[in-house]
């Protein structure tokens, strides 16, 4: 084992270097943990990302309503053995809704 710090990451900010730098072990391990759980949330909200834009290229409507975006996709809600269409779109974190009408049993 060397007695030379490990050379940080060429594309690393120099204030995080010098701030990881200054860390005691039990911060870093900390932070360790903390940026890979972070790396872990991050592909997973740009997979999330992908499948999403992927299924509303898919399935983008016809006509939709004044207050629903552009963005919006037609989803089937079943409720008490009944189905229903609802818009639904991303907004930031949320998921949104809004009522469109009952699945007709004709297909």
């Known amino acids: 084992m060397s007695y030379e710090p490990p050379p940080p990451p060429a594309n690393l900010p120099t204030e995080i270097v010098n701030t990881l730098n200054e860390s005691d072990p039990e911060q ?43 963005k919006a996709t037609i989803t089937i809600k079943e409720i008490n053995n009944n189905r229903y269409y609802y818009w639904q779109w991303r907004d930031g974190e949320k998921v949104k809704s809004k009522y469109k009408g009952p699945v007709d049993s004709d297909g």
Not at 46 to 64: C, F, G, I, V
């Open 28 to 70: 870093l391990r900390d932070v360790a943990t903390y940026t890979e759980a972070l790396a872990e949330h991050k592909e997973r909200e740009a997979r999330l990302e992908e499948s999403t834009d992927q299924e509303e290229a898919e399935e983008q409507p016809d006509e939709l309503p004044d207050d629903v975006p552009a």
